[in-house]
């Protein structure tokens, strides 16, 4: 058994393989991998080596082969006894908030009913009905719902009773999507599982037995398919492989040597790699490098020379032919042309708009385009819409020279695979540096600055307005219900926050400052019974109703007694705003909000 360090993200990394001893032609003796392991612990290389050395190492038997190409398969199933913990089903509303998860046992996440979201190691990952989301113990993820409808998933706890061995893995000790070919049995598994045990506080022995029959029945569907770990497996070596360019793309990259690290051949490497990015590794490379020569074109002083050594080209002559031959233009040439953004959200698509620059794609609210479709041209903008695959699709065939995005938007690290992409942290600017920022990349910071100075005008003659109507020791407070829940919302960048608190100066309730805004979170769920605790004197309510769903469902919460009972409903101090409206933070959010926050005291 042989082992090799690698290092990633500023960390080391151990990984094992298991290989045997041949003579070539000419007689010398050479090493071949019959096995890539992946990590282990003290105690599993203890193990295999002795196994390894009394020849019992159960996967030398058999068809090598199958089995090589089953690593996560065979080593979640080696266990002798699994034994099921726990089987729930989890709601994620709309637009529901990240969630960092980490498994406490090997978990099983199981579409029910929508599309759920997950995010990998920083890459963005959907998962269908047809797919489960396998979770180790230990192991974490972010999970979330942003779609329009309800998501809903079976949650599957189990763990080993067999002590000589860790926990279930998948490559890498990470989470992993496996997909599946009986989406409809697995469901009805989990259902008929769930009638067992939901409400039942101690089972018979018939209905253990019954249920852990239930349990194997489900394994067994999601396991079976020989090709389930060699596609996981596949996944993990283009992840790498894709990561070490991204990360190394200014050296040489040399492919044979990203194969000896994945433990592969460089030819295996080459079919993988084309099979799952529909192009070559070589071509790949190109076309990252390329990318990021146009991003530095548009961002950097440095000089043409500068940039192509930069991107892993010592000769600027054979770089400048190479960049012509791309996008028609020499790099001297390009610097100086008209450049096409576009905006891979909703609010850089806004701020675009504002700053008069209509995007050749992005995401739009349809009353926003109602405002700008007044003042500028939008027929050569391609509006966006939810399905990731023909986004990607439309913004490759278009090509702008710089796309704007958050660093967490669904979907980004394939995107920057096609076009260049220009990213900040969305939780490290507020909504004034981040348009600031953006008018920067695009040449336009004293438009930007003159419309703050204009904002800051408007604002300052509303908060006198509004001081005759609310007093400054009188508190404001921002509450969204959806269905039959409660959020409460800070100064961040949803809801009205940064306008109601961080522009127009109202005062929220303590408790709102110490627990909400001070620690810096967004929002707040609260139960109905805690209104009175988070009640303001003047409440900004915005209904966010499930799809499908009417305001009647408002009513669970609006016709409470703890609703009846708060002062501003006593005092018709509570105010109805639209929901579209209050959700941005972009200028033209933000001005249509402040129009609606005075429209309710002229009336």
Request: net charge negative; with cysteine; hydrophobic share 35%.
């Amino acid at each position: 058994m042989k082992k090799q360090s690698v290092h990633k993200q500023g960390q080391l990394y151990t990984y094992y393989r298991i290989v045997e001893s041949y003579r070539d032609e000419q007689g010398k003796n050479k090493h071949r991998t019959i096995q890539y392991i992946g990590r282990l612990s003290d105690e599993e290389v203890v193990t295999i080596t002795r196994q390894l050395k009394e020849h019992s190492y159960p996967f030398l038997e058999g068809s090598r082969s199958s089995k090589l190409e089953n690593k996560q398969q065979t080593r979640l199933l080696s266990s002798k006894v699994w034994v099921p913990l726990s089987l729930t089903i989890v709601t994620y509303l709309p637009a529901h908030l990240k969630e960092w998860i980490v498994a406490e046992h090997d978990t099983l996440m199981i579409v029910k009913e929508g599309q759920a979201e997950a995010q990998i190691q920083g890459s963005r990952l959907l998962i269908h009905a047809n797919q489960v989301l396998f979770c180790p113990a230990g192991s974490g993820v972010f999970l979330y719902n942003a779609s329009a409808q309800p998501l809903q998933v079976f949650k599957v706890m189990f763990t080993s009773n067999d002590s000589t061995l860790t926990s279930s893995r998948s490559a890498m000790n990470l989470p992993a999507i496996i997909s599946t070919h009986s989406p409809l049995e697995i469901q009805r598994l989990c259902k008929e599982w769930l009638e067992i045990t939901e409400y039942a506080t101690e089972l018979s022995m018939e209905k253990q037995i019954y249920s852990q029959l239930l349990f194997y029945q489900l394994l067994h569907l999601i396991w079976n398919d020989q090709s389930v770990a060699t596609e996981a497996s596949h996944l993990t070596l283009i992840e790498q492989a894709v990561h070490y360019v991204k990360t190394h793309y200014r050296e040489e990259i040399r492919r044979d040597v990203i194969a000896a690290q994945l433990g592969i051949t460089p030819e295996h490497f080459s079919r993988i790699f084309r099979k799952y990015k529909d192009c070559s590794f070589t071509e790949y490379v190109y076309r990252w490098r390329m990318n990021m020569a146009k991003k530095d074109l548009q961002s950097s002083s440095a000089s043409i020379s500068e940039i192509a050594k930069r991107n892993a080209y010592p000769d600027d002559h054979y770089f400048s032919r190479r960049f012509k031959q791309s996008f028609s233009l020499s790099p001297k040439q390009y610097q100086s042309s008209k450049k096409q953004y576009a905006a891979w959200n909703y609010p850089f698509t806004a701020m675009l708009l504002h700053l008069d620059i209509v995007p050749q794609a992005g995401y739009l609210e349809s009353w926003k385009w109602d405002i700008y479709h007044r003042k500028l041209d939008l027929s050569t903008m391609n509006i966006l819409h939810t399905d990731l695959d023909q986004s990607i699709q439309l913004m490759n065939k278009l090509q702008p020279d710089l796309v704007f995005a958050y660093q967490d938007n669904a979907g980004k690290e394939m995107l920057e695979e096609y076009v260049p992409l220009q990213t900040i942290e969305i939780d490290d600017y507020d909504w004034k540096q981040q348009w600031l920022w953006l008018a920067e990349q695009v040449g336009e910071v004293r438009q930007a600055e003159q419309w703050l100075h204009n904002w800051n005008t408007q604002v300052e003659q509303a908060r006198k307005q509004l001081l005759q109507q609310i007093p400054s020791h009188q508190t404001v407070g921002i509450y969204k219900i959806v269905s039959e829940k409660i959020y409460v919302y800070g100064d961040q960048r949803s809801m009205g926050g940064p306008l109601i608190y961080q522009e127009l100066g109202h005062q929220p309730p303590v408790i709102v400052q110490e627990r909400i805004i001070d620690q810096h979170f967004i929002c707040q769920q609260i139960e109905i019974s805690e209104l009175n605790l988070y009640a303001a004197d003047h409440m900004i309510v915005i209904h966010y109703p499930v799809e499908g769903e009417t305001a009647t469902l408002i009513e669970p919460v609006m016709e409470s007694e703890a609703w009846s009972q708060l002062q501003a409903v006593q005092n018709k101090q509570v105010y109805m705003m639209d929901r579209n409206i209050f959700y941005g933070f972009d200028p033209c959010s933000l001005e249509a909000q402040l129009h609606l926050w005075l429209q309710q005291f002229r009336s």
